[in-house]
Protein backbone atom coordinates (compact mmCIF):
# COMPACT_ATOMS: atom_id res chain seq x y z
CA UNK A 1 0.00 0.00 0.00
CA UNK A 2 1.18 3.47 -0.76
CA UNK A 3 0.50 6.80 0.85
CA UNK A 4 0.38 9.78 -1.18
CA UNK A 5 0.46 12.89 1.08
CA UNK A 6 -2.12 15.16 -0.22
CA UNK A 7 -1.26 18.84 0.24
CA UNK A 8 -4.56 21.35 0.69
CA UNK A 9 -4.46 25.22 0.23
CA UNK A 10 -6.69 26.90 2.56
CA UNK A 11 -6.85 30.97 3.06
CA UNK A 12 -6.07 32.54 6.66
CA UNK A 13 -7.85 35.49 7.35
CA UNK A 14 -6.19 37.85 9.57
CA UNK A 15 -7.83 41.11 10.94
CA UNK A 16 -5.94 44.19 11.44
CA UNK A 17 -7.33 47.57 13.16
CA UNK A 18 -6.15 50.82 12.10
CA UNK A 19 -6.78 53.65 14.12
CA UNK A 20 -6.25 56.82 11.90
CA UNK A 21 -7.60 60.34 11.03
CA UNK A 22 -9.32 61.28 7.95
CA UNK A 23 -8.74 65.20 6.82
CA UNK A 24 -10.44 66.78 4.53
CA UNK A 25 -10.18 70.74 3.63
CA UNK A 26 -13.11 72.72 2.68
CA UNK A 27 -12.20 76.01 0.32
CA UNK A 28 -14.47 78.87 1.79
CA UNK A 29 -15.98 81.72 -0.39
CA UNK A 30 -17.50 84.48 1.12
CA UNK A 31 -20.02 86.65 -0.61
CA UNK A 32 -21.45 90.28 1.00
CA UNK A 33 -24.69 89.99 2.35
CA UNK A 34 -26.48 93.64 0.13
CA UNK A 35 -27.58 96.38 1.91
CA UNK A 36 -25.43 95.51 5.06
CA UNK A 37 -22.41 97.47 4.69
CA UNK A 38 -20.55 98.92 7.37
CA UNK A 39 -21.65 102.52 9.10
CA UNK A 40 -20.98 104.66 11.79
CA UNK A 41 -23.86 103.43 13.56
CA UNK A 42 -23.79 99.59 12.58
CA UNK A 43 -20.13 98.79 12.40
CA UNK A 44 -20.44 95.35 10.72
CA UNK A 45 -20.56 93.92 7.77
CA UNK A 46 -22.33 90.76 7.34
CA UNK A 47 -21.63 88.08 4.74
CA UNK A 48 -22.80 84.26 3.90
CA UNK A 49 -19.89 81.54 2.90
CA UNK A 50 -20.04 78.28 1.79
CA UNK A 51 -17.39 75.68 0.85
CA UNK A 52 -17.77 71.90 -1.07
CA UNK A 53 -15.38 69.17 -0.87
CA UNK A 54 -15.79 65.65 -1.74
CA UNK A 55 -13.40 61.96 -0.76
CA UNK A 56 -13.42 58.68 -0.98
CA UNK A 57 -12.52 56.58 1.91
CA UNK A 58 -10.97 53.81 -0.49
CA UNK A 59 -8.95 56.88 -1.75
CA UNK A 60 -7.30 58.38 1.17
CA UNK A 61 -3.70 58.13 1.47
CA UNK A 62 -4.35 57.90 5.61
CA UNK A 63 -6.56 54.65 4.58
CA UNK A 64 -4.19 53.23 1.80
CA UNK A 65 -1.39 53.14 4.34
CA UNK A 66 -3.48 50.27 5.57
CA UNK A 67 -2.57 46.94 4.73
CA UNK A 68 -4.79 44.43 3.48
CA UNK A 69 -8.49 44.96 1.98
CA UNK A 70 -10.66 47.06 4.06
CA UNK A 71 -13.65 45.59 5.75
CA UNK A 72 -15.21 47.62 8.33
CA UNK A 73 -15.02 51.73 9.23
CA UNK A 74 -15.98 52.25 12.64
CA UNK A 75 -15.86 56.13 13.89
CA UNK A 76 -13.61 57.20 16.56
CA UNK A 77 -13.81 59.82 19.28
CA UNK A 78 -13.39 63.62 18.26
CA UNK A 79 -14.16 64.55 14.98
CA UNK A 80 -13.68 68.73 14.65
CA UNK A 81 -14.53 71.16 12.32
CA UNK A 82 -11.78 74.07 12.95
CA UNK A 83 -11.40 77.20 11.38
CA UNK A 84 -7.76 78.35 12.01
CA UNK A 85 -7.84 81.73 10.58
CA UNK A 86 -10.23 83.34 12.70
CA UNK A 87 -8.84 86.79 14.39
CA UNK A 88 -9.84 89.75 17.03
CA UNK A 89 -13.73 90.51 16.07
CA UNK A 90 -14.16 88.06 13.61
CA UNK A 91 -17.23 85.86 14.22
CA UNK A 92 -19.47 83.35 12.70
CA UNK A 93 -22.42 83.67 13.85
CA UNK A 94 -24.30 80.61 11.91
CA UNK A 95 -22.76 77.17 10.49
CA UNK A 96 -24.49 74.35 8.53
CA UNK A 97 -23.20 71.43 7.59
CA UNK A 98 -24.85 69.28 4.92
CA UNK A 99 -23.58 65.65 3.50
CA UNK A 100 -24.02 63.31 0.65
CA UNK A 101 -23.37 60.21 -0.61
CA UNK A 102 -22.51 58.59 -4.18
CA UNK A 103 -21.87 55.33 -5.31
CA UNK A 104 -18.16 54.68 -6.53
CA UNK A 105 -17.98 55.60 -10.27
CA UNK A 106 -20.64 58.38 -10.05
CA UNK A 107 -21.34 61.81 -8.99
CA UNK A 108 -24.88 61.62 -8.43
CA UNK A 109 -25.08 62.40 -5.02
CA UNK A 110 -28.00 61.89 -2.71
CA UNK A 111 -28.08 65.17 -0.66
CA UNK A 112 -29.47 64.17 3.33
CA UNK A 113 -30.91 66.98 5.28
CA UNK A 114 -28.71 69.98 6.44
CA UNK A 115 -27.63 70.07 10.15
CA UNK A 116 -27.24 73.38 11.88
CA UNK A 117 -24.01 72.95 13.99
CA UNK A 118 -24.29 76.63 15.97
CA UNK A 119 -27.11 76.74 18.65
CA UNK A 120 -28.86 79.89 18.53
CA UNK A 121 -26.79 82.46 19.88
CA UNK A 122 -23.58 81.00 19.91
CA UNK A 123 -20.70 82.12 18.08
CA UNK A 124 -17.14 81.08 17.07
CA UNK A 125 -14.41 83.78 17.06
CA UNK A 126 -10.41 83.46 17.95
CA UNK A 127 -11.49 82.04 21.53
CA UNK A 128 -13.27 79.11 20.09
CA UNK A 129 -12.39 78.22 16.82
CA UNK A 130 -13.29 74.24 16.56
CA UNK A 131 -16.61 72.28 16.85
CA UNK A 132 -16.98 68.85 17.96
CA UNK A 133 -18.93 67.32 15.27
CA UNK A 134 -18.82 63.18 16.67
CA UNK A 135 -22.59 62.79 16.26
CA UNK A 136 -23.56 65.01 12.75
CA UNK A 137 -20.61 62.64 11.06
CA UNK A 138 -21.81 58.88 12.93
CA UNK A 139 -24.19 58.80 9.68
CA UNK A 140 -21.39 59.41 7.47
CA UNK A 141 -19.31 56.90 8.65
CA UNK A 142 -22.13 54.18 8.50
CA UNK A 143 -21.98 54.83 4.71
CA UNK A 144 -18.77 54.73 4.68
CA UNK A 145 -18.66 51.42 6.44
CA UNK A 146 -21.28 49.92 4.30
CA UNK A 147 -19.26 50.66 0.84
CA UNK A 148 -15.70 52.38 1.73
CA UNK A 149 -15.50 53.13 -2.50
CA UNK A 150 -18.33 55.41 -1.88
CA UNK A 151 -17.26 59.43 -2.53
CA UNK A 152 -19.06 61.39 0.04
CA UNK A 153 -19.82 65.30 -0.22
CA UNK A 154 -19.51 67.53 2.69
CA UNK A 155 -21.04 71.47 2.26
CA UNK A 156 -20.00 73.84 4.87
CA UNK A 157 -22.09 77.14 5.21
CA UNK A 158 -23.10 80.12 7.18
CA UNK A 159 -22.76 83.65 8.21
CA UNK A 160 -19.94 85.87 9.39
CA UNK A 161 -19.36 89.18 10.20
CA UNK A 162 -16.34 89.26 7.56
CA UNK A 163 -15.33 87.82 4.31
CA UNK A 164 -13.96 84.19 4.62
CA UNK A 165 -11.38 82.93 2.45
CA UNK A 166 -9.79 80.09 3.33
CA UNK A 167 -10.20 76.62 4.29
CA UNK A 168 -11.76 75.21 7.31
CA UNK A 169 -10.74 71.94 7.97
CA UNK A 170 -12.49 68.77 8.90
CA UNK A 171 -10.13 65.92 10.53
CA UNK A 172 -12.74 62.85 11.40
CA UNK A 173 -10.84 60.03 13.64
CA UNK A 174 -12.13 56.38 12.45
CA UNK A 175 -10.94 52.83 13.31
CA UNK A 176 -10.26 51.30 9.98
CA UNK A 177 -11.04 47.39 9.51
CA UNK A 178 -8.67 45.19 7.29
CA UNK A 179 -8.30 41.77 6.16
CA UNK A 180 -5.21 39.98 5.06
CA UNK A 181 -5.54 36.51 3.26
CA UNK A 182 -2.67 34.45 2.68
CA UNK A 183 -2.75 31.17 1.32
CA UNK A 184 -1.43 28.22 4.07
CA UNK A 185 -0.55 24.81 2.93
CA UNK A 186 -1.99 22.45 4.95
CA UNK A 187 -1.75 18.63 4.88
Not at 5 to 34: F, G, N, Q, W
Not at 126 to 154: A, C, H, R, T
Given at each position: ??????????????????????????????????????????????????????????????VKKCPGNVTGVIPGQGAKLRFQEIDEYQQISSLMLEWGYSPAGTFD???????????????????????????????????????????????????????????????????????????????
Open positions: MLLIPLLACEDVEETLVTETELDVAISLDATMVENTFATKSSPIDQFTFEGISTFCLAKSDNFQLQSPVQLLPPGEILNEGQISINIDDVLSPVIQKLDSNPGMYILIKISGTSNFDINFDAELNIPVVVETELASPRFTL
